[in-house]
């Protein structure tokens, strides 16, 4: 096997070498442009690293990491509109560098893209990749859903938020892997496994996103820092504020969660001091420590060589401790 920046510059060329500016050039140029701003790669070096993990070379699984980056991004150009955020990745997002149009129409052409690369594989391994597709791609559908209709509730409870997390963004993970072990033809209980293993790192890692999104650098998060308590998500270090507060400051920060503001300075400075006075910023941390740890429960049972365990692990420490 390879460290994870090998597999990152891995497929890095081969993204580079995809033929991907066609006409219109408004259609694939936003493709092009979502595609090219970097990020960590995460889960094509996922699908790569787990085809190896089964003792099958990374080569076989790219066309299958490159359908897992395509359709995550797709979901970002989305995303994007929904939230109106300005930045992704430190760049204008796809719609505001282009306009609303091009970005829902761009993004729709991303997810048949996606689909078309799994065209490269035999008949039955495409059926198994585009099943899982299908039903990872549904299900970050519904945690979408979710995720915009707890901004207008005040009841959600941190059981609803944590199965909203599971859909919008650990199921992709753990489809990621599970892609690996289905390209290397391992065995159903193996590939049910390495997908419980990604599901937890999943977890582990939106959590990890929101804390960031609060108290990460915007020099290196990349994204909009308070973005969260802007568009008033109920995030779990907001339902864990909300949880461990006094009623008067629970309802403090209700009300502040209820407001559309333009200038949003105090604003994010108020429910940070909240997040962290409440206890809610330890509770956060520690849950990421939690899912990642069950993440590593699952890695045991795995029938896997103990070093390549120990580059998934290694893994697992790095996304847990990660600052962009």
């Not at 991907?20 to 995460?42: A, D, F, Q, T, W």
């Not at 020099?219 to 507060?245: H, M, P, W």
């Not at 290694?314 to 990660?322: D, I, K, Q, V």
Request: proline content about 2%; charged content about 25%; glycine content about 6%.
């Amino acid at each position: 096997m390879h460290d994870i920046s090998q597999y990152q510059d891995f497929f890095i060329n081969y993204l580079e070498n995809q033929s991907i500016s066609k006409e219109p050039k408004n259609l694939y140029e936003p493709i092009k442009y979502i595609l090219g701003l970097g990020g960590k790669r995460m889960r094509p070096v996922l699908t790569l690293m787990a085809s190896e993990v089964f003792d099958t070379d990374y080569k076989v699984a790219l066309p299958a990491a490159m359908a897992v980056e395509v359709f995550h991004n797709f979901s970002l150009v989305h995303d994007d509109i929904m939230d109106d955020a300005p930045l992704r990745r430190g760049q204008e997002t796809v719609h505001e560098k282009w306009d609303l149009n091009t970005g829902i129409l761009s993004g729709d052409a991303m997810l048949i893209l996606a689909y078309q690369y799994f065209e490269q594989y035999e008949p039955v391994i495409f059926r198994d990749l585009a099943k899982l597709f299908s039903k990872t791609a549904l299900e970050v559908c519904e945690g979408q859903q979710w995720d915009v209709d707890f901004e207008k509730r005040n009841d959600v409870t941190i059981p609803e938020y944590l199965k909203m997390i599971e859909y919008k963004t650990a199921v992709l993970v753990a489809a990621a892997m599970k892609m690996g072990a289905i390209v290397a033809k391992t065995t159903k209980k193996e590939a049910d496994l390495i997908y419980d293993f990604g599901l937890n790192l999943g977890l582990a890692f939106q959590l990890q996103d929101d804390f960031l999104d609060a108290f990460g650098d915007p020099k290196t998060f990349g994204k909009q820092v308070g973005g969260d308590i802007i568009v008033n998500k109920k995030t779990y270090l907001y339902l864990k504020a909300r949880e461990f507060s006094s009623l008067e400051k629970a309802s403090e920060l209700e009300k502040l969660f209820s407001l559309q503001l333009e200038d949003n300075t105090n604003k994010i400075a108020t429910a940070k001091t909240i997040f962290n006075e409440s206890g809610a910023s330890k509770a956060t941390q520690e849950a990421i420590e939690m899912y990642t740890l069950k993440a590593f429960e699952t890695l045991e049972k795995m029938d896997i060589n103990i070093e390549k365990k120990a580059i998934l692990r290694t893994f697992g420490e790095n996304l847990m401790g990660r600052k962009v």
